[in-house]
Nanobody, 121 residues
Framework: QVQLAESGGGSVQPGGSLRLSCSAS????????MGWYRQPPGKSRELVAS???????NYADSVKGRFTISRDNAKNTIYLQMNSLKPEDTAIYYC???????????????WGQGTQVTVSS
C-alpha cells in the first residue's frame, strides 16, 4: 500500500555534506511518523533520526548538532541534512514510515531499500 523511495546518497570527504530524501507513495493512508535508520558495515541497524506528523523529532546522540531531519507532510516526504560528515557515518541509510491505513484502520510499518552513504578521503 505504501512504497518508500530514498535518494541523495553518495560518496563525500570528511567534513562534507549530503541531503537524503525519502518519499512515501500510495493512497488511503496517513503517515504517523517517519525516520532514518542506518546500518554500518558489520554492525546492526540503528536509529539516526525520526519525526512525527506534528513535527516532533529526535536524534541519535552521535548525530546531534550535525544532522537535521525535516518533513513535508503534504508530499509525505522527509529529508535528512547531514553536515560535518565523519567516516563513521558510512552506512546504508534506510527510510522508515509508520503509516495508518484508513477504511478500515490498520497500522503498517514500511522500509525503503536503502541508499549508500560513504565518507572517506
Amino acid at each position: 500500500q505504501v512504497q518508500l523511495a530514498e535518494s541523495g546518497g553518495g560518496s563525500v570527504q570528511p567534513g562534507g555534506s549530503l541531503r537524503l530524501s525519502c518519499s512515501a507513495s500510495g493512497n488511503s493512508f496517513i503517515i504517523n511518523a517517519m525516520g532514518w535508520y542506518r546500518q554500518p558495515p558489520g554492525k546492526s541497524r540503528e536509529l539516526v533520526a525520526s519525526i512525527t506528523r506534528s513535527g516532533s523529532s529526535n536524534y541519535a546522540d552521535s548525530v546531534k548538532g550535525r544532522f537535521t531531519i525535516s518533513r513535508d507532510n503534504a508530499k509525505n516526504t522527509i529529508y535528512l541534512q547531514m553536515n560535518s560528515l565523519k567516516p563513521e557515518d558510512t552506512a546504508i541509510y534506510y527510510c522508515n514510515a509508520d503509516a495508518l491505513a484508513i477504511e478500515p484502520v490498520r497500522r503498517y510499518i514500511y522500509w525503503g531499500q536503502g541508499t549508500q552513504v560513504t565518507v572517506s578521503s
